[in-house]
């Protein structure tokens, strides 16, 4: 397992067109986050999963994001009709809850540009 | 409100000088403090967090309650140290982290 990977790396789209994103996590994980990053500021927190069911969902997630984590292992989060306010990277983070530290560990990120 | 500050965008030093990165919190509860660092062209990754008080890669960071701080530090920069870094915090359990906006480390030689 070479970490928590996130596809695809750049996405380029035009207004009003939709988009998904993967994240895969540490095989063994139980918890997956997404977060949102734009120029200038730290990660934004978006949601996150504790198996296959969805915790929290942050104000920031609008209707027009949607997140699933069907089987609690692969995720995915799914922007319908982009905005330019949509640019941002997009970051994804798993972690073991209920054994030790529960150190949230990030992939490499999925940068979204909306033209 | 869950809020993490950093002041600087931007520290510059020399090579061998002391760090210290600020960052300030504010949550209703215990919070538990984190630093985050991104190297160029690498993914976020953990430096360190108040409840191992370690120090690793030299650096170390003491969770002020009274002043709500967390500052990083490290007696002599170097500089493979040149980074982001982000502080963060989240509440008991492991549960989302909350960033600051970063401070850019710049050593010079």
């Known amino acids: 397992d070479t970490g928590v990977s996130q596809d695809p790396r750049h996405k380029i789209t035009k207004r009003g067109q939709n988009v998904t994103f993967r994240c895969d996590p540490i095989?063994?994980?139980?918890?997956l986050y997404w977060y949102r990053q734009t120029l200038g500021q730290g990660p934004e927190f978006l949601t996150y999963?504790?198996?296959?069911?969805?915790?929290?969902k942050s104000r920031l997630l609008s209707d027009r994001f949607s997140a699933e984590r069907p089987k609690g292992s692969f995720s995915t989060l799914e922007i319908q009709r982009t905005e330019q306010g949509d640019s941002a990277m997009y970051l994804c983070?798993?972690?073991?809850f209920g054994q030790g530290n529960h150190e949230q560990y990030f992939g490499p990120g999925t940068r979204l540009t909306v033209t | 409100a869950q809020r993490v500050t950093q002041p600087e965008k931007l520290l510059s030093v020399f090579k061998g000088a002391p760090v210290e990165l600020k960052c300030n919190y504010s949550?209703?509860?215990?919070?538990?403090l984190f630093w985050y660092v991104q190297y160029s062209r690498q993914r976020l990754q953990l430096l360190l967090r108040?409840?191992s008080r370690e120090s690793i890669k030299g650096f170390t960071a003491d969770l002020n309650k009274g002043e709500t701080s967390f500052h990083l530090k490290k007696p002599f920069a170097q500089e493979e140290d040149s980074a982001m870094y982000y502080c963060?915090?989240?509440?008991?359990?492991?549960?989302?982290?909350?960033f600051g906006a970063g401070t850019i480390l710049r050593v010079k030689s």
């Open positions: 949550y209703s509860g215990s919070p538990e």
């Open positions: 963060a915090l989240s509440g008991q359990g492991g549960n989302k982290l909350v």
């Open positions: 983070a798993s972690s073991l």
């Open positions: 108040h409840i």
């Open positions: 999963f504790q198996n296959e069911a969805q915790l929290e």
């Open positions: 095989s063994e994980h139980n918890r």
